[in-house]
């Protein structure tokens, strides 16, 4: 298969049509050339969207449809998006056209039900129903082989991953892709046929001994493990369709769960957030009622500077009046002991008589006494210092509650909750918004299916072991009781035992065959891989690689022993050497499309694999950013291989991503 | 009219009638807009009871230094509680407000009325919307009192 043309139409970030002519010049590289985020993952996804209707974000997550529709597209109330690929297979021209566009009313379309899908096919220009698209791309490339011809550097940590820790799922999913691409199951099915003719001929056998007395027992113990047989078959199928019904089943609640593992994780937040507003709720009404509580006596603590301005009033006063008070009774003692020196004529202090001079004086001094004591009485109250005293007394009795303090801390805490709890209504709106017409209740029932199901599972693969066992006891048997009527020497025995001597000869050849066919296979597959990777490594002094049985391959050094560790640019190169030796044996031919496969390796390595790249499938297509290739020196040695060059821009930062050619060599 | 007379708090003397010839009260009183004004704090859960607004509105009033008029009068003023729900215990209320105001010593719970009707108007300044937060009105009270003090 060839890709002609991509046609896109509003996909990913790119606005608009843009068409990339990926088969014309005749040559089988294409380099596509971008910058990191500029849009060269989006042609990859586009193929694989346009093919089998999946995108694959980070991590391998498959991508939702709105989030793969341009953004500016849904801006102008344009939400229609499409992929056109025309392609080439054996001399038809096959055009595979998918599109979706927004259904009317939905606001954010996101999710597949909130568009409407449309596909055409058609071969040589007559259209084939649109029911028949996923058949006919199934028979040009298998999806389950299709992660060998479309892949990037987190692909290529799959296959390392998988095959390394050789989990029992992930090597048999990888082993199944692996043999499908090298035909092995039609291999197997001819096996198959020839058992179903065997048993054929046994029952025949059965059936020609019923009659002859000597051999009757026989032929209905055959009977009888025959049916046996029969039943176990029919019961071990009835489990394998089960358990191949269950695993689709859970790869499809897989992909939905991975598809909606940021709605998932969006439903976790969402209940975080609204247990986190339940619990901040909780606390602020806690903190508002004991509010309300010390609200009861808070009026104190307003009061008390108030009163504390009244009661230092009130003691300078009574200081002041105190000072008077101890002033008039200074002064009142003076005026008593001068009257009592007048009265009796005699000075107090020498006691002798008064002279006129000295009465005179000491009568001066009376007045200006009396004088003084006039106004001392007007501001020495005693009555008013008594009151004071009281007024004070009653003062203190008012005292403060002392509980500003805890209403301080209390209304902090509460303009925090305040914030938080806003906070917290933000996270919940936003996860809401993200929810929005998602079924959540969906979500979580097919987590419970999962779970179900990944039990059940268990269950019946434990069955099909047991049963297994069970067919070849009963094989045994079979057998046993065919060998005796096999020795019965009448015509029509004999000739149905040279059918079956031949049928087993058959069988055995088949079976020999196969394994044969598989080990050549495997072999082949260890081969071309080695020849691949001894041209891609810089490393000379390794022998090669070796394969084991799930297809995994270990570098072999020069002492002939497996390297056990080895560096991540080994394993890109080991896993591109499979890759090559894939696509050189595939019983389909497919274009190989690689996204910044080079990340992890040097210089050198980079050039070898560039190198080897014409020469790894019809068509390859490169998706590269210039830290990963020098392009001009890189690219150099294959330039005659190169058909176009494409390279993907932006005008400035707000502007539209364009793919345009800038060389083809015709 | 003894049942309603009130000993002076310092001479022990019942007081029988007010300064202006008017009696105090029993039962203290409060206009429209000051009940809704407290049905409102109390919507808003930033009190427990009336009486517990109506007494910061008293206290603020206080601190703020209004000075009580009993003689103004205000409009749809209906009783709300009696004195001695009010001012239990301690009669703190009615000691500060007769040491605070002398000339309203005799009438200490119409003084009171007065005051709580100025101390709503200053609370509402505080408040955005249904919010009120305690701390603003106490520091600024406190403020205050600190510059008297260094004045």
Redesign the interface.
Known sequence: MIIQSVELVNFGPYYGRHVLELGRGGHPVVVIEGLNMAGKTSILNSIRWALYREAKGRDARPMKTGDLVNAQAIVEDDARMSVKLNVVVDGREITLLRQVTARAGVANPLNDEDFEWYVSVAVDGAYYEPSEYDLLVEDLLPRGISRFFLFDGELLNEYEALVREGGEAGARGVRESIEMILGLPAARRARVDVQALKEEVSKRLQRANTKDKKYRAAADQLAAHEAKRDQLERDRDEVVAQIKADEDALRGFDANLLRYQETREDVGRLKQAKEDLERLEATTSEK?ER???L??D??????A??????T?R?EQERDRLTADIARLSNLCAQQAKLQEDLTRDLCSQCGRGLEEPERARLRSELKNLQTEISEVEKTADAERFQ?LA??LR??R??APAGI?SA??DI?ADLARLDLDTYKANEHIEAAERKLRGIKIEQVIEWDRETARLNERLTGLRASVKKLNEELVDINAKIGAETKKLLDNENPASQRLAREHDTLEVLEDLTARAVAEMTDELRADVEREATDIFLELTTDKTFQGLRINEQYGLTIVQANGEDLRVRSAGAEQVVALSLLGALNRLATKRGPVIMDTPFGRLDQLHRANILQFLPRMADQVVLLIHNGEVDTERDLDPIKDQISARYEITRDGPHSQLEVARTELNV | MSDSAAPDIHTGEEVVDGAEGREDILQVRGSAALRTFLDDLRAAKHIIELVDGYRLCIATACAFQRAPDTTRTYRGRQTMFARDTLDTGDQAIRTAIAEIYPDVARMPYRAAEDLAEQGAEIIKGFMVGDNLKFMDIVERVERAAQEDETS
């Open positions: 508002i509010r309300r509580e609200a009861k808070l009026w104190r603590d307003v009061l500077p108030r009163l504390r301005q009244e230092t009130l009151t009281g007024i009653q003062l009795r008012v500003t209403v301080k209304e």
